[in-house]
């Protein structure tokens, strides 16, 4: 009786034991976010005069995904489709203005879940440094949305605009010569406990990419290494008006646009060096990404798709195909190059699943769990993506091609009316990233299975209303 008992008790110990090692050995996740950073303004993606030697890194260090995607060709949608997994449409967050304004009365609804939400279940710390745009009255904020602290400004740096202190200043030479006192965005902080409140107003954009960084490296300094963490850092920028710091003025060989990498690139750099130099480095995977394509019309203001077709707002591969890094030194394998479909909508299924959180069961999600994808493992789980606009399903990639079902080339309102396509423009992304030769005649059968593809979609899609649109 005496041995059983102790028998009883050295396994409860050894139970106890495994359970704490395997919480301890839960990964940290951090995402670093830009605003419409394109496929082609990395180094590591093949911009020529862009230097960003600690995103090169990264990519060495880790992986390098070429068909990585996001949920919207704009900010609000994709920044909804990133922390819940879901497309737009599902969540309501999409509406003919396309994006929330200042004067927009609503926000991510409160019964979606987010992966801060998800997380924090698990019993993580979360917190947001950057740019929200998914509603900035006080219901909506992010410490309404599972994360514990928050410090940014609520939706994007070219709103609130009051004018210009230079009267010799017209139209678009406002946004192509900046001065942020022109741009009143605030510039918030807060707690769960305490709310969130106005620190700045306006913010000043020129410190604000250094701000956003070093105050990720603090959240970084201030956990505790027996609990898990979720940061989400979404930078404000390259999103027209441009800023950067008097240290990265003249920084780079690609002007201003160039300055404005750079200096995230530095960021990235020293996030990175605070986890080695923590031992946190081989237990934390870091993605870095953007919510869409570069904003073509602002021309050397706009960034470059490289290779890809068009640029933000539209539902071509430049509006829609992202830089993806992932980095975690002894899982996700060095070198690596991949070109597997996959996206932001997988993040939140693929967290949970290394974290060994619960998802949430009562809301479709249109994510992947890709954790052995991430680790070279297994190939991705996705071979299909859904372009929407709005509420209008444009495009449909599935396996290495994509169909378009209406096409709208420029993001500029009126500029460029919606083209339907019957049947629909068809390219094999494999051989033809710039999607521009035709094979609808030549490849009925690739577009009879969209078509099923389609139908399956769209039988299991509920559309939400818009929320974007209310007033």
Known sequence: MVVTLMLRSLLLVGVLLIAGSASAARPNFIIIFCDDLGYGDLSCYGHPTISTPHLDRMATEGMRATQFYVAASVCTPSRAGLLTGRYPIRSGMWGNRRVLFPDSIGGLPDHEVTIAETLQGAG??????????????????PTNHGFDSYYGIPYSNDMDRVGTTDPQKKGRQVFLDPDWNDFHVPLMEGTV????REIERPANQSTITRRYTERTIELIDSMDSEVPFFLYLAHSLPHVPLFRSDEFAGHSQSGLYGDVIEEIDDGVGRILQTLRDRDLAENTLVVFTSDNGPWLTFADHGGSAGPLRNGKGTTFDGGMRVPGIFWMPGTVPANRIDSGVTST????????????????????????????????????????????????????????????FITQDSYVPGASAPHFHDPPLLYDLSTDLREQHDLSKRQ???????????QDHEAAMVPAESILDMK
Not at 375 to 392: C, I, P, Q, V
Not at 444 to 454: G, N, S
Request: proline letters at 3%.
């Open 345 to 404: 909508l997988d993040l939140l299924p693929t967290f949970a699943a290394m974290a060994g959180a619960t998802l949430p069961g009562n809301l479709s999600l249109d994510g992947y769990d890709q954790s052995a994808w991430l680790k070279g493992e297994d190939k991705s789980a996705r071979d299909s993506m859904f372009f929407y606009r709005d509420n209008r399903l444009m495009a449909i990639r599935y396996k290495n091609h994509k169909a378009h």
């Open 193 to 196: 406990k305490e709310g969130c």
């Open 444 to 454: 009925p059968a690739v577009l009879e299975q969209i078509r099923k593809v389609r």
């Open 124 to 141: 993580y710390k979360t917190a947001m440094v950057g740019k929200w745009h998914l509603g900035h009255r006080k219901e909506f904020l």
